[in-house]
């Protein structure tokens, strides 16, 4: 166990508590527990939404990423600020508009019926359990690392205070924590990049350092390491820019604010935080993993890999750095970036079950109470669901399954969000049909990737020769609406 | 109105049209990318001007729909 970081994980957890604690107290009903009464503010907001995007993922796989390839990966870092950028041109001003608690909320205003409100539901929680075993999984790393807990003890622990946030506290409690961790990750990331750029001498002599310690040089810092073709390259950047337009658990966040005018400006404060965030994290901490971590002492394996993988060099500098105090801060920021981040997935998969797909099922609304009822029987379903895939699938890349929900959202939600706001020829049975082929062809291609097909089944060859499905998966649901609305009747004038 | 979806839609993916060239066939990139302003390498700079123009995009944006 690293010394001291037992204080500020229980520390974190306190605050997340206590966060819990206060929200339980004012939340009074469904507009409470599902978007947090629409009386967050725009700044709150937008740390919320920054927080929701730089999870895991972002911070700690990025930069792991960069250690194995370098520079190459400009275009993980980009395609989310062209995502965001379109997301405000495209999606947020209607959505808000339309919708009131979930996404079956927007496309059921135009389209009303069970049949379209249960296949959103459906998509939104297939995405949503997605990243939340990816988010897991990062949980059950980071805490055998700091603690050394058996991974199947940590994930539980993460799953119980997960159920207990949106439980008790729902969106409300779930905002104000990501909140929190938002400002402290920001404050941390920009510590963490002066840190490197004192310790090394100024920015020419850490990429300086950075070159000598990698045998490719200067190549490093061009492209071409990850050996991307032009088909991957596109289709990655299509899943993500489609994948955040459909994101549920990032989409829900703009109904927690009062109105359009304050969703907008919370969408250009979030997006000017992961600009600063995710440009230090690229200009910065990125570099300073190579420079200062390729010949660190006591942080690989035998095998020469990087303890925890390579998801956890972030935490490696941290430790090279500014020793064990700050490595285990950085731990409890990285703790409090999942535990906020599963507290919103969690949040958007029980208010799509209670509100869309058993409201569809029994083919009325329900009463609020009930709808609460099941809110929280779904969270206590989905974070039991979610601990024991985690723990199925411990050994899975947590990148990859991100992936993979972004390709998910990409090709279900993100499609008939865009086409039932900017399209009126949309049918119920297009948006059905779409849906269900985005669905089966994102999971069908992902199971045929190279990471899936060979690496985890085992075959020699993959059906599907990228990692990324979009370019297939996301036209087409596109294709399969129009053909679909074209051959069947319009619903709605 | 649409026009000026269309026409912001256009910019932000002329914005992420380079990055996803550079990283779908390597041997399109300038040479200049090889080069280094004040020690850092030229890709280096390319993610920072990157995420200042999208982060300028989205507040033209704001602006104009405030106007």
Known sequence: MIPGSILYFLGTVALTLGITVWAAGRNTGRAAFYAASSKIGGFQNGLAITGDFLSAGAVLGLVGLYSVAGADVLLFFMAPMAGFCLLYVLVVGPLRRMGRFTLGDVVGSRLPGRGVRLVLGFCSVTTSLINLVAQLLGAGGLISIVFGLPFNLSVSVVGALMTTYVVFGGMLAATWVQIVKAVLLVSAILYLSLLGIVKAGGLASLYGTAESMLARGPSAFSFGALHMDMYSAVSLAVGVIFGIMGLPHLLIRFFTVPDESTARRSLVIATTLMGLIMGAIFFVISPATVAFLTNAPDIRTNSGSFIGGSNMVTLHLARVLGGDVLLGVMGAIAFSTILAGVAGLTVAVSSSTSHDIVAALRGKGLSEKTELLVFRIAAFTVSAAAVGLAILFQRENIAFLIVAGFAVAASTTGPLLLLSIYWPKLTAEGAIAAGIVGLVASVGLIIASPVFWTKILGFSTPLYPSEYPGLISVPLAFATAWIVSTLTRPTTS | ?67
């Open chain 2, 1 to 67: 109105m649409q026009s000026k979806i269309v026409l912001r839609t256009l910019a932000t993916l002329a914005v992420l049209l380079p990055f996803i060239v550079f990283q779908g066939a390597p041997a399109l990139a300038p040479a200049w990318l090889a080069a280094k302003l004040f020690g850092v390498p030229a890709t280096a700079w390319l993610g920072v001007v990157g995420f200042a123009a999208f982060v300028s995009l989205i507040w033209i944006f704001a602006r104009e729909a405030k106007s």
